[in-house]
């Protein structure tokens, strides 16, 4: 049982690259959430999904989209990354029953 | 006015002692709270939830909540070198969580 795993764990990327981040959970969660977190800042949401096929914006999702693949995997992509995009990301699932929240362990990016 | 506000610290306490972690929401409406501890250059971790007024123990963490006032804290007794960390409060508002911008915690031996 490996909870939330996101791939990669870091990367660099150019101005104007596109790139995507993947977010898987083996706990059979319905919602999935993608954050960022910079410094000063805490963590914000980007996009979330509330079940498979539905997805909705966040706090902060322009630059971004998402697919939710399927139950298990929920995708955030980055068509033209912008020095303003480097960040941490984190991808987390949320227990059914509750609100309680699981995170990944972070993707750093950094654009240049 | 932040959603969530937590006083960025460093709070700075000697081994041994209690450690106190505020929280203030503005959302009345609020009905779950949670308290992530978040290691440097690791992801958030889970350690408290509490939805009713009152106190929620478990082990050396109490959670406290107060809904008249929007505040929601967090003791952490016996503080181990080891608790050294940011603590985030997050607020559930219709199925998000809304994050404060942590507390960072330095038990000193």
């Known amino acids: 049982n490996a909870g939330v795993t996101q791939t990669p764990k870091f990367q660099v990327l150019k101005t104007g690259q596109s790139m995507t981040l993947q977010c898987a959970q083996d706990?059979?969660?319905?919602?999935m959430y993608w954050y960022r977190q910079d410094p000063g800042m805490g963590l914000r949401l980007i996009y979330y999904s509330a079940s498979e096929g539905t997805t909705d914006k966040g706090e902060v999702p322009n630059g971004y989209n998402v697919s939710r693949l399927n139950k298990r995997e929920f995708s955030l992509r980055l068509e033209s990354a912008a020095p303003s995009q480097t960040s941490v990301y984190f991808c987390a699932s949320r227990v059914d029953s509750s609100y309680e929240q699981y995170f990944g362990p972070g993707t750093r990016l950094t654009v240049t | 006015q932040k959603e969530v506000e937590q006083n960025s610290g460093p709070l700075s306490v000697p081994e041994g002692a209690i450690a106190s972690l505020n929280c203030t929401y503005s959302?009345?409406?609020?009905?779950?709270f949670f308290w992530y501890r978040q290691y440097s250059g690791k992801s958030p971790e889970l350690i408290m939830f509490i939805y009713s007024n009152g106190d929620k123990e478990d082990g050396r963490f109490t959670a406290q909540l107060n809904k008249a006032s929007q505040y929601v804290s967090l003791l952490i007794r016996d503080s181990q070198p080891s608790d050294s960390a940011t603590y985030l409060c997050a607020v559930n508002q219709g199925g998000k969580l809304i994050f404060g911008q942590g507390t960072e915690l330095s038990v000193k031996p």
């Open positions: 959302d009345r409406g609020s009905q779950s």
């Open positions: 706990m059979n969660h319905n919602s």
